[in-house]
């Protein structure tokens, strides 16, 4: 399995990590070429407007949207979350607040349960979900705030998975469908 990690910018490295951890063949994606023949994707962690900045000059917006549409698992992490809502590459039905937990000095962690499986979040100038269309599924929150979400092919976390030795939440990118 081949799967593509956005590296335009954030710690895309410790997410290919976990890939090989999973078994997969991790793939930086910098340009469309880099989209071609990817079983998965993710989008990591960031600064989301430096990472919007990036997708537009090097004419990937539209070819995620096409391979994100065609089915693939698609994981979004942290900035990943801010990248795949409607006011960025509108790929899931929800609006996102930046920052949303404050400051990188509020950072922290926490458990959450994410289908039934306990898992330790961390959390660095997080987002979390707004705003949730009817056909998105809200799988975790803290503080009543929306922060794993799924829809269709679409995982999405306002935390940092790689972070943790927890493998869960990228192990769905391999089963295609579930957490």
Do not use: Y
């Amino acid at each position: 399995m081949t799967v593509g990690v956005l590296a335009l910018q954030g710690d895309f490295e410790a997410h290919a990590a976990v890939l090989r951890e999973l078994g997969a063949t991790p793939r930086e994606v910098r340009t469309p070429g880099d989209l071609e023949g990817l079983d998965g994707l993710v989008i990591p962690g960031g600064e989301s407007t430096t990472m919007m900045l990036g997708i537009e000059r090097e004419n990937l917006a539209a070819p995620l949207r096409e391979l994100v549409k065609s089915g693939i698992p698609t994981l979004g992490t942290c900035a990943g979350l801010i990248m795949l809502d409607r006011d960025h590459l509108g790929l899931l039905d929800i609006t996102t607040r930046r920052n949303a937990f404050g400051r990188q000095s509020h950072s922290f962690e926490t458990e959450l349960e994410l289908d039934g499986q306990p898992i330790t979040a961390v959390f660095i100038r997080a987002p979390w979900v707004e705003e949730v269309g009817e056909d998105v599924e809200v799988l975790a929150e803290v503080d009543a705030h929306p922060v794993a979400v799924r829809q269709g092919n679409i995982l999405a976390v306002s935390f940092h998975p790689e972070l943790t030795d927890d493998i869960h939440v990228h192990a769905w990118l391999r089963e295609g469908a579930r957490v």
